[in-house]
């Protein structure tokens, strides 16, 4: 009977380990990086030099400044060609630099610049910018650069924007499952919606 | 997710509604439909087409049971035995009646079918695999299976109808099941916008689609949750309590009856649709 | 930031939906996509232009006449939606399935995208230059008389326009044709109110007995009329509105009827006339000539020849009697007889005796704007038409808003006689029947493309004048708006007048604001009244009431006994208007195709209906294909049998078995249009539609019929599903 | 006292028989292969085509969700059942007249539940997305829904599956070593080297192979009670009338062990003639077979009328409706058929000139068997037909030749897999056989009192 017995023993023995092994495992892709592909775009947008510190060359502009709607739309949306031009026929100094050349051709052709998105969601997820930015800047008072680095990583180091996490499922909830302030003052803390028709639709 | 968290959070993996331990605190989306003034006119099962990307089959997958119409209206005759259908037809919107213990919910073997914390019963396409489990447990037949992939090799949708597409719903693909979702892209948006400002969602201030298209008015939605939200006292004053799976109201022998009830309520599925009878003079 | 005037129309033009994708692959394994798709982004933009967040637009509906506004959500440049615009009276934010499928008709694969000229049995495209100049020059080359105009219900400012257009000819005919219109009930309802389109209030009234009028589905104005349906059902006081329907074969309306009542077709004046003997009986004060006129209508008599029992007419009589202000409706039913007439004036006397004129019956408002008032049409205006071809009166014809090849019945050889005209125009939106007989055809810019004006026949309150504007870019650069056309055509008549115009957005807007004072507008700028009547959608017009000053002599009224039998055609053909088929105009959309008709629940196809005992005395089960057969001719469809019908009727419904039009309408049913009989009506001489006696046998074959509606058919099985409760044990007062 | 095998048979006419049917067997062998890989074709050929168009292709609808494919996974389920109560409960129990018959019985219970697992796949709408349904630590962090009987079948016919195939194997290893040593060169004798895992047979060996073979039977027993269990349970859960039955388990348990058992019948008889075991499998195990079917035929009756009765007597009107409208309804031909063939034609097998005609018990295996998979039909289709809701009712689905043709396949596939293993393996055991040999006849000639105690 004692050999019946060693081989439950080792079974046993097997299962608890394994299992053991798998409640400590670190989980994959939560905070990891995850470098996109290089996304070609029609023309080089620099990143670095309207968003980047000024220490180093950039303009510091505010990411809401261009990208409006993020504060109010589930999209945070490209700036429409008016809005670059807008400052750009201001801005003599760089007027005959190729891209800026590029983009007056559009502008005089009232064409629409064909971006290509750099950070797409499949079709069947709705990730909210304006809920993120409301809570992060608003409710609690990130700096925006910050808060938008949550997901898009240091755009102001960037030229043309590349994506820096692995956006996965797994990677959203693994946040969403962390605690949060609520706003700035408050010591009280809650986790991001934990319901598949939050971000599913 | 660590098995570790799904150990903590077993208890929390499924629990049953409706429950003690877990009420609804912001909303809980409830609809009533008045079967008095629903005329069959089939405007709100149009306007769920418009809205929810429900592809037409076309008549030969019709026949064959493959139709999709998340709102459909039965129709149904009481003439039994008479000449004619003499007191009209009885006109029955049926959709997702959002259970507050669903059926579907629970033998979805990958958890794509839940509730919300909102009590509505949600479909997650993408992580349907088509079991289709949930529509042989669902009582009321209101899940539609995509028996083909209607966008693309049946081209439900030929250029341009494709334009009319609503972005903020999903086109389903082959093999997924879909139902009606009490419009939740609408919901969702109306709970962001008042999340924004800080409230919650007043009564009114979003409707579903079929509800919005109703000419007499006859679809009731909204938060029952609400003290001040129609729907909520309609469910009020018909005594039609969401929990309970034989109202105390319909043992009692009063003269002066109440409409409201719930359909197959006995088999515990406590649904979130309340519809009101329909009524007929007596005296013609 | 640049300052820029940003109107409307720059506004389309920016916001073209080139750049705006949609996904089909709906829910496969996508992962994270980078770098495949392109972003939506615009050159410029408004401030209230938000990515992702819808922007409604008000306009009015095009898909049947009734005028509702209807509200447009657009996103990315692309209309995804109608729905109802809360600020038209007549619809107030509803709106029927019809109306909601107008978004197919826009986004529809089968329009015509160019001006096609025939050449052989092909069409060729060709430019708008050369189709205009072919019109100017065909028009030139005949004499006016033989010009002649073919429409639908027009209005507003391209009545206006179309009108000027025949002045400047110096003649040219104008035809209005309805294919079903309630042009019967119009005249009669002339004569006995003195307006042809009474306002009607239905929340008013405790009872509602009608003849025949589906106002719930298919009847002038129906989401209107459900609305104040609702209200009568569920006033404020809790009492609840009785709703009787007389008819042969049920409607929706019959269907929501508290009773409903099979009468023997085209009694329905003997029907009226024996409540009025029975009200008077009880005690109804009427005056002697009435008394006289209805003496002989006897209860017995009537329930004989109607075939409605005794006991159903006095309790009809009793409840009429009892809770007053009543409202008495007569409909297609009634009026779709040789004696039509007769029956809506007998149903109009019956409304008068119980006091209901003024009542529930009220007077319209005048409309400030004659020129613009909707030319109502009827059948008999295309028997004018199709006589002068035939005679070859006609040289060029026009042909807008109406299908007469698709909708004429057989008899009225339509066909044959255009063949007659050297010169045929049709302003299209498909190949439709008619496009595919003409000459030259020019593509119509959708509802959802095109600027109008519209005022509606029957208007809710007051007066009021509906504004359609484009709520999207065009989809096709070939298409035009019916206005541009008849603009360019203008210019060629008269280019002193209108070469002022760029296009007829611009004849519209400088109309529109040089009588702003009389649209409500006085104290406002051009702009900002132009922008307000564009924003809300309905210019809201103070009219006067008109004087209802009909007057109804009993002693002329004469109905005729009922039908005598018909070896032959035992059977009443009624031709159904379904809520979502009517005439078949939207039969290419596939919403309404796939959408079950209430009653049977069947789709994709045309059917007939009948009777249960009608079937068992013919051996006919359901699904049988069979063949109703007029002395006109003969068309087969399936068998449904149908509790709702009266014995001595079969029922086809219109608007299927179309030949041409587009991929979703083409061979699904068949047309009973073309079975139709040539029986007038005495008095008015509009097509009888209800007239055609048919003979129906098997024709061999059996389906198994596509229908919602299972095999348990509508019984519940003794489940509790749909319940209902007599309305005396409830309380509706204490309802929320 | 009729002997179950011949007892004077030499051990080394054992091995040469047994090995023979590695070697030659009849050529019907070969046409039989030929037939099973034409139908395994046109399966392959219905997947494919329902794979890229859609479920649609299958005729199912959406009142009508299941049909064929789930029908044909527990029919196939259940014939796995015998298997193990032939080599396992019947080890356990100590009979030894399983020891000829055993080893084709757990290939059948492997391939059947093989044959199954592929319904599964076969009928989800997305078998791409097959992977959500198992439980891993994902890039989602998701999990299954552990409360779903889907899952529970999933756990339950994967664990059966690997110990089946691990109680098969293991059985197989003194064989396997017979079979190395006794081919000289090929393929084959690679496999047999390296499957028999070093195989002396030692005292040391016989040691922990006994107790390891014993410890799996053990563990066998209660997992293929369990699985057919929960497999009924899929369908005890859920409310739809004439699913919602407390006795599902039971019922479904002995429908698995009396399919199985015909088919055991069935393929003994084919194998006895394919490969010339006459010797081994012989009439009086036959027999015993027969009897043993007879006697779970009437257990499975017993628990049917059970069911009926239940329904009947109970108060659930639905579920009543539901079953006379089995009975009477468009269904009524084959739930009537069912009825024959699962509980009046087995009555034949009481008589005991039946119980060894092969022919006619061929025949009324196979009949058995069609009434066992009508048994599963008539669970699945008429409670769609006719549920909860009248409305949605379809009395007119009629599975397409997509939904025939793989059930027609399935067949084709599981006879593969069977006649493969047949050809490459020993079908019969025969170690055990020659137990049986040696203790007979030494019982006979030395202890003639006593008798099966070793």
């Known amino acids: 009977m004692y050999s019946f017995l060693r081989l439950s023993v080792l079974l046993v023995g097997l299962v608890v380990s394994a299992g053991s092994y798998a409640v400590k495992a670190a989980q994959p892709l939560t905070t990891a990086d995850d470098l996109g592909p290089n996304v070609e775009q029609p023309f080089e947008f620099p990143h670095d030099r309207h968003a980047g510190d000024a220490a180093d060359g950039g303009m510091e502009i505010n990411c809401m400044y261009c990208h409006t709607y993020a504060r109010r739309s589930i999209v945070a949306g490209i700036p429409p060609v008016q809005k670059c031009v807008g400052c750009h026929q201001n801005i003599e100094s760089v007027r005959e630099a190729p891209r800026i050349k590029k983009l007056f051709e559009y502008w005089d052709a009232k064409k629409a610049i064909p971006w290509k998105k750099v950070h797409d969601l499949p079709d069947f997820v709705r990730f909210n910018h304006e809920r993120h930015i409301q809570r992060f800047v608003f409710a609690q008072g990130k700096p925006v650069q910050e808060a938008c680095g949550y997901c898009h990583g240091d755009v102001k180091k960037m030229t043309v924007a590349r994506r820096q996490k692995p956006l996965s499922m797994g990677w959203c909830r693994s946040c969403h499952m962390k605690d949060h302030r609520i706003d700035a003052t408050s010591t009280k803390t809650s986790q991001g919606p934990n319901d598949c028709w939050q971000c599913h639709k | 997710m660590s098995i570790t968290n ?279 | ?345 007998a149903i109009a006397l019956l409304n008068q005796v119980l006091g209901n004129v003024g009542q529930t019956v009220e007077a319209p408002s005048s409309v400030p704007f004659p020129q613009m008032a909707p030319s109502t049409g009827n059948s008999f205006a295309l028997q004018s038409l199709s006589d002068d071809m035939a005679q070859d009166k006609v040289k060029v014809l026009f042909s807008y808003g109406a299908n007469p090849v698709f909708t004429a019945p057989a008899f009225f050889k339509l066909k044959e006689n255009l063949k007659k005209v050297p010169f045929k125009v049709v302003f299209a939106h498909y190949m439709d029947e008619t496009a595919v007989e003409a000459d030259l055809v020019l593509p119509l810019n959708s509802a959802m493309e095109d600027w109008a004006t519209l005022m509606p026949e029957y208007i809710a309150e007051g007066a009021q004048l509906n504004i359609r504007q484009p709520l999207m870019e065009k989809m096709y650069p070939g298409t035009l708006g019916v206005g541009d056309i008849l603009l360019a055509m203008l210019k060629q008549r008269r280019p002193d007048e ?67 039998e018909d070896a032959t055609y035992p059977l009443h053909l009624i031709p159904a208007v379904s809520a979502s088929m009517r005439d078949g105009r939207n039969a290419n959309e596939p919403w309404l195709q796939e959408s079950p008709d209430p009653l049977t629940t069947i789709v994709w196809d045309s059917w007939v209906e009948m009777h249960p005992k009608t079937a068992a005395k013919l051996g006919i089960v359901e699904g049988d294909i069979v063949e109703v057969a007029s002395k006109s001719g003969a068309i087969k469809a399936q068998a449904y049998l149908f509790p709702g019908i009266h014995p001595d009727v079969v029922s086809v419904p219109l608007g299927y078995g179309h030949e041409a039009m587009g991929r ?20 008015t001489g509009e097509l009888a539609m209800h007239e055609t006696r048919v003979k129906v046998t098997k024709a061999g074959q059996r389906v198994i019929i596509v229908k919602d509606e299972g095999p348990a058919g509508g019984s519940q099985m003794g489940r509790r599903i749909a319940l209902r409760i007599p309305s005396n044990k409830v309380n509706l007062s204490e309802e929320v | 006292m009729e002997k179950d095998i011949r007892e004077d048979i030499a051990w080394a006419q054992i091995n040469k028989d047994v090995l023979k049917s590695l070697e030659s067997p009849r050529r019907i062998y070969w ?268 257990v499975w009756t017993y628990l049917n009328l059970i069911e009926f009765a239940s329904v009947w007597y109970g108060h659930d009107q639905t579920a009543k409706d539901q079953l006379i409208f089995k009975a009477t309804g468009p269904y009524a031909p084959y739930f009537w058929a069912m009825i024959f063939f699962g509980s009046i034609l087995p009555l034949m097998l009481a008589f005991k000139r039946f119980q060894t005609h092969l022919p006619i018990l061929f025949v009324v295996s196979i009949l058995l068997n069609v009434g066992m998979w009508l048994e599963r039909w008539m669970i699945i289709s008429p409670s769609f037909a006719h549920g909860h809701y009248p409305w949605a009712w379809d009395h007119d689905q009629w599975p397409s030749l997509i939904q025939w043709g793989m059930v027609f396949g399935s067949f084709g596939w599981f006879t593969l897999l069977f006649m493969v293993f047949c050809k490459v393996f020993p079908s019969v055991s025969m170690y055990e056989v020659k137990e049986m040999v040696y203790h007979r006849s030494l019982a006979q000639k030395h202890k003639p009192a006593v008798k099966g105690d070793y």
């Open chain 2, 6 to 284: 799904l150990l903590e959070n077993w208890s929390d993996f499924r629990h049953q509604h409706p429950s003690e331990d877990r009420p609804h605190l912001e909303y809980k989306w409830a609809m009533s439909i008045d079967l008095d003034s629903c005329t069959g006119c089939n405007a709100c099962s149009v306007a769920c087409y418009a809205e929810n990307n429900l592809p037409v089959v076309g008549k030969e997958k019709f026949a064959h049971g493959h139709s999709h119409h998340w709102m459909r209206i039965e129709r149904y005759w009481d003439n039994d035995g008479r000449e004619f259908a003499d007191q009209g037809a009885q006109f029955l919107p049926m959709l997702c009646q959002h259970c507050e213990s669903a059926p579907c919910e629970t033998v979805c073997p990958v958890g794509a079918t839940n509730h919300t914390a909102d009590g509505l019963n949600s479909q997650v396409y993408n992580r349907c695999v088509g079991s289709r489990y949930c529509n042989a447990n669902c009582p009321y037949k209101v899940r539609y299976f995509n028996w083909y992939d209607y966008p693309t090799t049946d081209n439900v949708w030929p250029a341009p109808m494709e334009q009319q597409l609503n972005p903020d719903v999903t086109v389903r693909g082959k093999g997924v099941m879909e139902k009606c979702t009490f419009c939740v892209q609408r919901l969702t948006v109306a709970k962001s916008d008042a999340r924004t400002e800080g409230r919650l969602v007043l009564d009114g201030e979003v409707q579903t689609a079929c509800q919005q298209v109703c000419p007499t008015g006859a679809i009731t939605f909204g938060n029952l949750v609400d003290p001040l939200a129609k729907v909520g006292k309609q469910w009020m004053q018909q005594q039609v309590d969401l929990n309970k799976d034989k109202q105390a109201k319909d043992a009692a022998e009063d003269a002066v009856k109440l409409r409201g009830y719930r359909i197959l309520e006995e088999l515990r599925t406590y649904p979130s649709v309340m519809y009101l009878e329909q009524l007929r003079e007596s005296a013609i």
């Open chain 4, 31 to 298: 046409v039989i292969l030929l037939i099973a890989i034409a139908m395994v074709g046109v399966a392959v050929g219905c997947e494919i085509y329902q794979y890229q168009t859609g479920m649609g292709v299958a005729n199912k609808n959406n009142s009508h969700v299941w049909s064929l494919y789930i029908a044909t996974f527990i029919f196939w389920i259940g014939m796995s059942h015998s298997g193990t109560l032939l080599s396992a409960i019947l080890h356990l129990m100590h009979a030894d007249w399983r020891k000829p018959i055993y080893r084709f019985a757990e290939a059948m219970t492997t391939f059947s539940l093989m044959t199954a697992g592929l319904f599964v796949m076969v009928h989800l709408g997305r078998l791409w997305q097959v992977y959500y349904v198992m439980p891993y630590p994902n890039e989602r962090w998701a999990w299954p829904n552990f409360q779903s009987p889907l899952v529970w079948d999933m756990f339950a016919i994967a664990t059966y599956l690997s110990s089946s195939v691990l109680f098969l194997y293991v059985g197989m290893i003194p064989d396997l070593a017979i079979c190395r040593d006794n081919i000289h060169a090929g393929w084959r004798k690679k496999l047999y080297t390296i499957m028999s895992l070093g195989w002396e047979g030692t005292d040391r060996q016989w040691r922990n192979f006994r107790m390891t073979y014993l410890t799996i039977a053990c563990f066998l027993i209660p997992l293929a009670v369990s699985v057919h269990s929960i497999v009924a349970s899929d369908f005890a859960m859920s409310n739809m009338p004439g699913w919602h039955v407390t006795s599902f388990p039971p019922y479904f348990v002995a429908g698995a062990l009396y399919s199985g058992c015909a088919a055991i019948i069935t393929l003994f008889i084919i194998l006895r003639y394919v490969f010339r075991f006459e010797e081994y499998m012989t009439l009086p195990i036959m027999r015993k077979l027969v009897r043993l079917t007879f006697a779970i035929a009437m």
């Open chain 3, 664 to 683: 979703y309408a083409k061979g699904v049913g068949s047309n009973a249009f073309s079975i139709l009989d040539p029986v007038f009506d005495n008095e």
């Open chain 3, 498 to 564: 209108y070469n002022d115009y760029e296009d007829f957005y611009s004849y519209l807007r400088s109309a529109m604001v040089s009588n702003k004072d009389a649209l409500g507008g006085a104290d406002k700028d051009d702009d900002t009244f132009w922008e307000t009547a564009l924003s809300h959608g309905v210019v809201k017009l103070v009219g006067e009431p008109v004087n209802m000053t009909g007057s109804m002599s009993a002693a002329a009224l004469v109905v005729p006994a009922p039908f005598a």
């Open chain 3, 1 to 345: 930031m640049i300052e820029n005037g940003f109107n409307r129309r720059n506004f389309l033009k920016v916001l073209g939906w080139g750049g705006a994708t949609v996904a089909l692959s709906g829910c496969g394994n996508t992962s994270v996509e980078d770098g495949r798709e392109f972003v939506t982004s615009y050159a410029e933009t408004a401030d209230y232009i938000i990515p992702s967040i819808g922007t409604y637009f008000n306009s009015t509906c095009a898909q049947c006449d009734a005028g509702c506004g209807i509200m447009g959500r657009v996103r990315e440049g692309r209309v995804l939606k109608l729905e109802g615009n809360p600020e038209s009276p007549i619809n107030n934010g509803k709106m029927c399935g019809l109306g909601q499928a107008g978004v197919q008709a826009h986004y529809n694969p089968d329009r015509i995208r160019e001006p096609l000229l025939r050449n052989g049995d092909r069409g060729e495209a060709i430019t708008w230059e050369k189709a205009l100049e072919l019109i100017n020059e065909k028009v030139g080359s005949v004499n006016p008389e033989n010009v002649a105009f073919l429409t639908g219900v027009v209005s507003g400012h391209v009545k206006a326009l179309l009108n000027n257009y025949l002045d400047a000819l110096g003649s040219g005919h104008h035809y209005v044709y309805e294919a079903v219109a309630p042009s019967v009930v119009r005249a009669s309802n002339k004569k006995a109110y003195g307006v042809e389109m009474p306002r009607l209030s239905m929340d008013k009234a405790k009872v509602i007995v009608s003849f025949g009028a589906d106002f719930l589905g298919a009847w002038v104005s129906p989401v209107h009329f459900s609305q104040q349906y609702a209200r009568f059902r569920k006033p404020d006081n809790g009492e609840r509105g009785v709703l009787v329907q007389v008819e042969s074969k049920m409607t929706l309306t019959g269907a929501n009827a508290d009773r409903w009542l099979a009468i023997r077709p085209g009694t329905e004046g003997i029907l009226a006339l024996g409540l009025i003997n029975s009200l008077a009986a009880a005690g109804l004060p009427v005056s002697e000539d009435v008394a006289a006129a209805v003496g002989e209508y006897t209860s017995d008599r009537v329930s004989k020849d109607t075939g409605v029992s005794a006991e159903h007419i006095a309790k009809l009589a009793a409840l009429l009697k009892e809770r007053s202000p009543s409202l008495v409706i007569a409909g297609s039913a009634a009026e779709g007889y040789a004696h039509g007439s007769q029956n809506a004036a």
